[in-house]
């Protein structure tokens, strides 16, 4: 289960989203660039250039190298994308949320969680 | 005796400027626009004004690829015009597309700041501040190569010079860079009006000085309350107030002063003679709501403003400066779209009438 | 399920008979505490998936009047502020804490957001223009995050809680428990049954010798074979 070590230095928000998304979530504050030389971002842009490829390597940097992230979240037109990944994501930590955009308002039918929840129910 | 041989040179121009502004979309037009359920409506009802520049919109097109199309039009016409132009309205017609050029050097610098491929963000810059040898300035690697291609290559040398060394570039937030830059431009253009033979004392400069004396106080006011509060001191930030217009030198010297919004507000009451002295009793109030019925904004009356003393400048013979008024109610009429697009779309139709609507 | 290599070792006393008892007794007793600890965590459970339908929902109308503030800064901007807003960012001002919830004996993470003071890298954004509006769209957006982070609370909560009642309410535990059971009651029974079938094999055996006695005169050991395997099989059950 959830040890201490899992949860307590994942002190960072990360994002994959359109453009619109990521800027407005940057402007809460949720943006960090670790330092140099290594220097990470939390966050990707995506848009209709973007590899699918290059989505699913930012979930996988997010959710299972970097430490310090404690929720991802998504565009859920996005998770779309790489549904099969979240589908079989079950760690506590970090959790991934998948968020509406401008564009696609939220659809509770495609989240993975929540399809989770209706079929524990049976409903 | 301006006007004695204006249209040797420049008839045929201010004719197709004149026309442009009457093909500006009517208050009739903006009421059919808010009608609209769809983009796609929208889009349609569009159709007369900007037909072959939204014809390769896919259906239902983001506002964004709307926006962007709706200027490719302004662009395509500023162009047209900018070929027919000769002599001193050419050069005038330049000093139009510097501002647009100071923001596309703030993001090659950002850019190259950030050791981003610069050549991505060419497609991010604005078309008007466009110039030939902006993929040189994508070459640079480091800040002052950009630097010193910048001087060379740009006409905004001269609002460097003097004002902002490389090291600037790389210690100073990228918008205290820009809007340095734009105080400089905005004297320089001044003083390019009121100066130039061809201009001086014609209704040029007269129209010209009034649009650019309103935009250098507009911009002295919104620093002050955007900087209230930030990093931004007291002495860095007057030195970002444009040493003209009408609230130069007394006004700038008690808005240099102001500690808070009150503050800003008594200056531009006590100073301001265009009726925007008062404005609402909190900054940026385009959220409603706290502002009781007058939900417009202070930047909103700005835009208000601009646009009367716009459309003011049609009323005029013989000036360049419809021009200028003529780009600036274009991008108002874009702004305009692409307001009621993102109301469309984001299903937020009572906030729909907050457009400006000028004809 | 339970294999005959479980099977416990049951001597056919009344102590054993009692000693049976009580521990059918004590499985009783674990059985209910489980299940009021698995029901505990199943109400728990569902309040918390309702409380995801319904903050989910929120979300969506959270997000979609942030997603509007951010049409509002292009508005009175006048373009696009997307790039400088990328490259500005630098440290994030808003982050995560993690605190503990104790449910029936589970721990249950939940974040909680903070805001750091100091760093803003957006504090300049829209200087010349808008930044009045980039900074309200700044607050409302940190109030949809703040929603968001509400959110994750709660789904985190669902994935630990869904993994914890799936071990103590495993079907197959219910399942093995209920067999335990049965099984108990199966030897006790076997047990009494047992002594009553002995008795009623010795007697048979008796009989068997006796005829089997008259028949071992004529033909040699088989039956003798017969006889040892019937003895062997008394050996196995006791």
Not at chain 1, 8 to 24: C, N, P, Y
Not at chain 2, 196 to 201: D, K, Q, R, S
Not at chain 3, 103 to 126: H, I, K, R, W
Request: with cysteine; aromatic share 8%; hydrophobic share 35%.
């Amino acid at each position: 289960m959830a040890s201490t070590a899992d949860y307590k230095d994942r002190q960072f928000l990360a994002v994959i989203g359109d453009e619109d998304s990521v800027t407005g979530l940057l402007l809460a504050g949720i943006g960090h660039v670790t330092d140099p030389p290594d220097s990470q971002k939390n966050f990707l842009v995506v848009d209709n250039k973007t590899e699918t490829s290059a989505i699913e390597a930012a979930f996988e940097s997010f959710t299972e190298q970097r430490k310090d992230i404690g929720i991802v979240l998504i565009n859920q037109h996005i998770a779309e994308k790489i549904r099969h990944r979240i589908d079989t994501y079950t760690a506590a930590f970090p959790t991934v949320l998948e968020i509406p955009s401008k564009e696609h308002p939220y659809d509770p039918e495609k989240d993975s969680v929540l399809r989770r929840v209706r079929r524990l129910f049976g409903e | 005796m301006e006007g004695l041989f204006f249209n040797v040179n420049n008839g045929y121009t201010e004719g197709i400027v004149r026309g442009y502004r009457n093909g500006l979309l009517t208050s009739a037009n903006y009421s059919n626009l808010t009608q609209c359920e769809t983009i796609d409506d929208l889009k349609l009802q569009l159709g007369p004004a900007y037909g072959d520049f939204l014809g390769s919109l896919a259906p239902n097109p983001s506002t964004s690829a709307l926006a962007a199309k709706t200027t490719d039009k302004l662009v395509s016409e500023f162009r047209y015009v900018r070929a027919n132009a000769t002599g001193s309205l050419g050069k005038f017609m330049d000093y139009v597309t510097y501002g647009y050029m100071i923001d596309n050097v703030a993001l090659l610098i950002t850019g190259t700041l950030h050791e981003r491929d610069t050549r991505e963000l060419l497609e991010r810059c604005h078309p008007l501040g466009w110039f030939e040898t902006m993929p040189v300035l994508c070459v640079a690697t480091n800040i002052e190569e950009l630097y010193n291609s910048v001087l060379i290559e740009t006409p905004l040398a001269p609002y460097f010079k003097g004002s902002l060394s490389h090291q600037d570039l790389d210690e100073l937030n990228i918008e205290i860079v820009r809007n340095t830059l734009y105080k400089n431009y905005l004297e320089d253009f001044y003083q390019f009006v009121n100066s130039h033979p061809e201009m001086a004392g014609t209704p040029t400069a007269e129209v010209m000085s009034e649009i650019l004396e309103f935009e250098a106080d507009r911009r002295a006011i919104n620093i002050t309350l955007n900087s209230l509060g930030t990093e931004l001191n007291k002495g860095d930030r007057k030195k970002l107030y444009p040493s003209f217009g009408k609230l130069y030198p007394e006004g700038t010297l008690m808005l240099s002063r102001a500690d808070d919004f009150e503050g800003s507000r008594t200056t531009r009451a006590s100073l301001m003679p265009q009726g925007l002295g008062g404005g609402p009793s909190g900054p940026g109030n385009m959220a409603g709501g706290s502002g009781g019925h007058d939900s417009r904004s202070l930047e909103d009356m700005f835009y208000e403003k601009e646009m009367q003393i716009s459309k003011n400048a049609f009323t005029r013979q013989f000036t360049f400066a419809i021009v200028y008024a003529w780009v600036k109610l274009r991008e108002q009429e874009i702004r305009n779209i692409t307001w009621i697009a993102e109301c469309i779309a984001q299903n937020q139709k009572e906030r729909i009438g907050n457009y400006i609507s000028v004809f | 399920m339970s294999g005959a290599g479980d099977r416990e070792a049951v001597f056919p006393t009344r102590q054993s008979l009692g000693l049976m008892k009580s521990k059918l007794k004590g499985a009783e007793t674990g059985h209910s505490l489980l299940k009021r600890k698995s029901e505990a965590l199943t109400k728990r459970f569902r309040e918390i998936t309702r409380r995801i339908d319904e903050a989910k929902r929120k979300m969506g109308r959270v997000m979609q009047v942030a997603a509007f503030s951010l049409a509002e800064v292009s508005y009175a901007v006048g373009g696009d502020i997307g790039y400088q807003i990328q490259e500005s960012a630098r440290q994030a001002r808003f982050r995560l804490r993690t605190k503990q919830e104790n449910v029936s004996g589970v721990l249950l993470p939940a974040f909680e957001s903070y805001q750091t003071e100091g760093n803003n890298d957006f504090g300049l954004t829209g200087l010349g223009k808008g930044g009045q509006q980039v900074q309200r769209c700044r607050e409302t957006y940190a109030r949809a995050v703040e929603t968001l982070v509400e959110l994750a609370s709660l789904q985190t909560a669902f994935v630990i809680l869904d993994e914890v009642i799936k071990v103590v309410n495993r079907r197959d535990i219910n399942s093995e428990l209920d067999e335990l059971d049965r099984e108990e009651f199966y030897r006790l029974k076997k047990v009494a049954n047992k002594k009553q079938r002995d008795t009623a094999a010795a007697d048979a055996e008796l009989k068997k010798k006796m005829q089997a006695e008259d028949k071992n005169s004529r033909s040699g050991g088989g039956a003798a074979a017969d006889i040892l395997a019937e003895n062997e099989d008394d050996d196995v059950i006791f």
